[in-house]
């Protein structure tokens, strides 16, 4: 109880957050969370559309068992993260075409991967610290190449989205009349796992494995419960997805405490705050 208060006095010492915010690696990870925050945003209302949720969840422990095989054999775990997301993205694509099946192809592969995982992290067993922050997330530890790799598919991730988010939305809110008008319903499904796979990825490097759904899913859970406009509900994820990533950091700082706590709790109070909103607004209409 003393160690809890002790955090809770130091997330307010501003003293200590402004010296650290002066550190390279420090500045490094706020940009990291910012970008984060930029893509889960934008792709979080999509997945809530598509009702993904536990197929983001099965990406991001594909996520960790890329990242894993990566820390094994001495390569960069941003790579191989990517890596085992876009592999998740495909099987589900592949073997879940049919919606009744996907649940249960998401919960065999997730298995198999997780599987895989356990034998990856033991095999590297001088690597504690690596192997805790894949599950918890280590966004100080980002690095220059980390933060370039993560720049470039944030660029990449905007501009394919800013080609297809029309019809990847149409598609979304209403598939069946999507095909009646001749989208291309499969095609842009690919694309999209494609593009949730890079953004699973770097959540786990910034929050983990455990916990990327804090960010993909929670501020669009959000914001759907005050809006049910498509594109004021993406501004707002992105809001809520940047105060909970850049503001979990900073507040993370001077404690030392895990980024992925303040982040989790973050968003966990956004969501609360929405639904009350969103329950008190439904109130007020229907007693119109």
Known sequence: MEK??????????FGTTANLL?????????????????LAGLIGPLIVARQMSFAVHGTSELSLTGASAALLVGVGVGFGAIAG????????????????????VIAVVLSFGLGLSVL?????????????????????GVGYDGLALLVTCTAAVLAVLAVVYRPLLFASADPEVAIARGVPVRALSVVFAVLLGITAAFGVQIVGALLVLALLITPAAAAAQ????????????????????????????????????FVTTISFSIYLVCRV????????AHAR
Do not use: C
Not at 243 to 258: F, K, R, T
């Open 4 to 13: 809890l208060t002790k955090v809770f006095q130091q997330m307010f010492d």
């Open 22 to 38: 002066s550190y390279d690696f420090v500045q490094q990870a706020l940009l990291a969370s910012a970008l984060l925050g930029l």
């Open 85 to 104: 997301s876009v592999v998740a993205a495909v099987l589900f694509g592949w073997l879940g075409s049919r919606a009744r099946e996907r649940d249960s």
């Open 277 to 284: 909103v969103g329950h008190r607004n439904r109130q007020l």
């Open 120 to 140: 990856f992290l033991w095999l590297a067993p001088e690597r504690a610290g690596s192997k805790f922050s894949l599950l918890t997330g280590q966004v100080a």
């Open 226 to 261: 005050v809006t049910s406009s498509p594109m004021r509900a993406t501004v707002l994820s992105v809001i809520f997805a940047e105060v909970a990533a850049v503001g979990g950091l900073l507040l993370s700082l001077a404690p030392g405490v895990p980024v992925s706590t």
